[in-house]
């Protein structure tokens, strides 16, 4: 019996030359990225647009969800203490305030940037609204002191979990490829605007 064990259990050690002979999650990645990049729709954007779609976008990208979330469809926010959640679940389609604080109703669109409309309850929050005017502030501030605009794209993001980090690659892509059939990519944001009149 101890014999058939060490047999089996050398059969399930990894090859070190090898480490993941049948790309186990490999195909599903690239995959992934292949099927969202072909989805993604970039228009010619203007600075203001990149940057709005930018903050908002990346700001839904930091909350904390664990499902692909599919073109067109709505998702909802919602703030815990001190942490974005992103739902499937309206508030509508439950009593009280089990994921927290109702924060608004969120949209992944065709280009891979996202949209948020505020709740009335967070449109009344000073606090909320000062959060985001500080949070909104830093990205400007980053803006200003980047050469070339194609550099406040925020680019592989190892911290984030796995479909957050995948979103914000397409996204960095698609704006990307905005900022570029807008012939602002490799300029300033004085530039950019300047280039707008």
């Not at 009335?120 to 990205?139: G, W």
Request: hydrophobic letters at 35%; charged letters at 20%.
């Amino acid at each position: 019996m101890a014999i058939k064990k060490r047999v089996v259990f050398a059969s399930l050690q990894m090859d070190k030359n090898q480490p993941n002979p049948q790309g186990k999650g490999l195909s599903t990645i690239s995959g992934f990225l292949t099927t969202v990049n072909q989805q993604t729709l970039a228009p010619a954007k203007q600075i203001h647009q990149i940057t709005d779609e930018l903050f908002t976008s990346m700001f839904i990208l930091h909350s904390s969800f664990k499902f692909k979330p599919v073109i067109g469809k709505s998702y909802w926010l919602y703030k815990s203490q001190n942490a974005f959640r992103l739902s499937l679940i309206s508030p509508d389609e439950w009593k009280g305030n089990a994921f927290g604080r109702f924060i608004g109703r969120c949209e992944l669109h065709q280009d891979i940037t996202w949209s948020l409309e505020l709740s009335q309850q967070a449109v009344n929050d000073s606090d909320f609204l000062q959060f985001i005017k500080n949070k909104k502030s830093e990205l400007e501030h980053r803006i200003q002191q980047t050469e070339q605009l194609i550099d406040i794209l925020p680019g592989y993001q190892q911290h984030l979990p796995f479909y957050q980090r995948a979103f914000t690659s397409a996204l960095t892509s698609s704006l990307g490829i905005s900022m570029h059939k807008s012939g602002i990519a490799l300029v300033s944001q004085e530039t950019a605007r300047l280039e707008k009149h």
